[in-house]
Structures are given as C-alpha cells and as structure tokens.
C-alpha cells in the first residue's frame, strides 16, 4: 500500500509517518519510484505499535526505537517483550538509592513474601516503597505487611490482563495489546475503585434513602 | 501552642499556615496579642487534612474550602464526608455529554449490573465509558462486560480500604486518612498490577532460568 493508505488504515496523520521513517520506528518500504515506496501489514502494525508507544504510553522516540529494537531481536521470547513494553520503561519515579549493602527494603520484603519474579531494576519497586515511606511521614500505619491482601487482589487482575492476550497470535500485535491494555487500563481501574469505595461507603455508612 | 509550633508538629512552613488562614482553609487561632494567636490539636488536624488535600490530592484552594466547609456542615455524615473527599472532585476528566434523553452509557450498564450506588455526577463514570470507547477505536475488544470481573476485584480492594478507616474516630481525621489512602496507594497498587503481571507473563511465557 501507499503512505496515503497506511495513513488512512493507521488513523496516523502522513506527516507523522515521514517522521517516524526518519527516525527509524518504521522500517523503510520498498521503493517503487523515487518519490514513492510501497508499505505492508507488517509496516502497519509496527505503525499502530509506535503510536501507542509514544502517544499512549508516553515513551520518547528514542525510547521507543530502543523498545522496538528489543522487538526485532527477540521476538520469540514472549516474556522478554512484555517485559519491554510494560516495564522497561521510566515512570518518573526516583530510582532507589543505592549505597553500599542494603536492608531489604519494603519492596523487597512484599516481592519475597508474595514469591514473585520481578527484575531488579523494575522502577515499580521504588514507587511501593517510597510511597510506603510517604504514608509513614504522614502519621499513618504503612507497613509492607499491609499490603499483601493488594498484591493478591493484583495477582488476579493480572491473571486478567494476560488472559487478554492469550488470542493474540502475532507477536507485534501481541505486545502492542499489552501496551495499549496495561496503560490504558489504569484510569479505568483506579475509577471502579473509587466507584467501589463510594459504594462500600454507601453500605457501610450510608442514610437510607 | 503557637504558630511555630503547629508549624514544627505539622510539617507545614509558617508563610503556608499564613495563606491557609487568610484563603479561610483554617479558622483563626484564639488571639492573645495583636500579633499572636494560640491553636490547637483541631487546627492541627485541620491544617494537615487541608495540607493533604491540596499538596496530595492536587485541589485547588477554593476546592479544599468547600470540601472543608462541607466537612463542618456535615460532620456525622460520614458517607457524605468520604464522598467528599474522594468524589466531588474534578479528576480532569471531561463531563459526560447531556444532549436530550440518552442510551445508559456502558459505565451505567456496568454501575447496574454490580448493583453499585454511585453518583449521577461522579467523574469516574465518565472515565469508564471514555477508556472504553478509546478501546474500541484503537481495534481492541471493550465492552463493559469485560470489566466485571475487574469490578468485583474493586469491590474488594474498597473493601479493604474502608476496613483501615474503621479504627479512627474522629471524623477530620477519618477523611484525612481516606483522602490519603485513597490518593497516595493509586501509584502503589498500579504498580502492584504492574508487578503481578511481569510475574505472571514469567509464569506463563518465562524462560527457565
């Protein structure tokens, strides 16, 4: 197909296209005149792959080619590739300090105590336990103990999510469900707590109607 | 005590207690000279919830006045003080359009299907049906079905949130505490999904170590 269609197949402008080529998100198509190439399916789910990647996950471009880089070296390895595209990425969270040997901290402790996997350098790490820290310099009880009943209520939320992309042959298409349902999910879920807080609320202090 | 020391036990700078007070977040302390005034543990409390609704919660002052203005109108109402505090909030999502009699949008249909009590106004209906559609427009399957097992997983997360609040008498200081856990855990359990899924796509996907 043209640039024209896979524009018009993307919902991406063709100027946002030209930039993605330059800055090699998308592999050039095949020449069919100087002025011209020609694009296939492969060109529009990297296309629709990028978008999500910067537009909907707010990635840089260059972080962006570097997650996809990472796609086209290992695009067997499932787990590697969801990995790029819901964790190796910065949330503008503080990485934890590191200054000779360490006490385990909160995190630590939670990951142990749940026996999960979880690679060192997942910036969620810092973002339980500075929070934890946060909730503690504001008077409140915050331990990580406190938390498990969370991560168990997550361990199922997660099990959805990956039910989600159980159908999805294609590893691209795959990663970028994983993306587009991981992120844009969040507002979602933060919402149905905050519904189910207010019902609770209703049935544990409400006045009748 | 003074104003240094409602300064000192609260973690809010002088100059900040001095606009709370002329934006009436705070009432006047008890004058004991023309220059000097004495608070106590209700200003205390007051001033660290207002402190949490503007620093934590991201409110803007006239906001943090009427939530607090209601938290003294209403103060046996506990319902309506937590709706307050986590609910009649701008969450900078867009309004649900009104344009004659509608279809139930899929928050509505979800809303019916839980059997949930929520606001006609509440924001997090708006972010619900939103997301969904921004789903279905980027080719991903959403519909409000598909979100009723991540409501049950709300129902009890809330669950477990209004269990921490059960142990505080009074009434400020149980909307301090629902203002921030509300606010302050939203990062810790995204990053607990976050977590539970790099677990699970282990699980499922991981190579053997």
Do not use: C
């Not at 993605?20 to 190439?37: D, F, K, M, N, W």
Request: charged share 25%; net charge negative.
């Amino acid at each position: 197909m043209r640039i024209s269609e896979l524009s018009r197949r993307s919902g991406v402008p063709v100027a946002t296209i030209k930039y993605y080529l330059r800055e090699e998100l998308l592999p050039a198509g095949v020449a069919t005149s100087a002025t011209q190439a020609e694009y296939d399916e492969h060109h529009l789910r990297r296309l629709r792959l990028a978008r999500a990647l910067v537009t909907v996950r707010g990635l840089s471009v260059s972080t962006t080619r570097e997650v996809l880089r990472g796609l086209d070296e290992h695009s067997t390895d499932i787990h590697f590739l969801l990995g790029l595209a819901v964790g190796a990425v910065p949330t503008g969270e503080p990485e934890p300090s590191v200054d000779g040997p360490q006490e385990p901290s909160p995190a630590d402790e939670l990951i142990s105590a749940m026996g999960w996997e979880i690679s060192d350098k997942a910036p969620t790490r810092a973002v339980v336990t500075d929070t934890l820290g946060t909730l503690r310099e504001l008077g409140l009880p915050a331990d990580w103990q406190a938390l498990v009943p969370y991560a168990e209520l997550a361990e199922r939320t997660a099990a959805l999510d990956l039910d989600k992309l159980e159908d999805v042959p294609d590893p691209l298409e795959r990663v970028e469900r994983a993306v587009l349902l991981t992120i844009l999910m969040e507002p979602v879920l933060l919402a149905l707590r905050r519904m189910a807080q207010e019902n609770e609320s209703a049935k544990r202090y409400g006045l009748p109607a």
